[in-house]
């Protein structure tokens, strides 16, 4: 499986972008998706997940902003960021883990997001 992700960019405090991460090859057997970032000087966290059942996870720093979904029958995923505020300022970077435990990961996107 290799993970394309795609949609960062600059943006103004308060303003949206929407990232994707287009997946080639199987995903049958993928258990979980993720969006995880990383900001300059700080380790990679996770931002959302989400499960084949549709189950979403937050971290606390996002809820009620972003948006994880998929769309199974384009192998993509989709993180919706809304209210976006400096601190989301990052490198994005899509995950998909196997039934092994396995991680793919995608390439990153940046999304710089300006006071």
């Known amino acids: 499986v290799q993970l394309q992700a795609s949609g960062g960019g600059l943006v103004q405090a308060g303003g949206s972008l929407t990232l994707s991460c287009r997946a080639s090859g199987s995903i049958v057997a993928i258990v979980a998706r993720a969006w995880y970032r990383q900001a300059p000087g700080k380790q990679r966290e996770l931002v959302a997940s989400?499960?084949?059942?549709?189950?979403?996870l937050y971290a606390d720093s996002v809820k009620g902003r972003f948006t994880i979904s998929r769309d199974n029958t384009k192998r993509t995923m989709y993180l919706q960021m809304d209210s976006l505020k400096p601190e989301d300022t990052a490198v994005y970077y899509c995950?998909?883990?196997?039934?092994?435990?396995?991680?793919?990961w995608g390439q990153g996107t940046e999304v710089t997001v300006s006071s």
């Open positions: 989400i499960r084949p059942g549709g189950n979403t």
């Open positions: 995950n998909h883990r196997r039934n092994t435990g396995f991680d793919y």
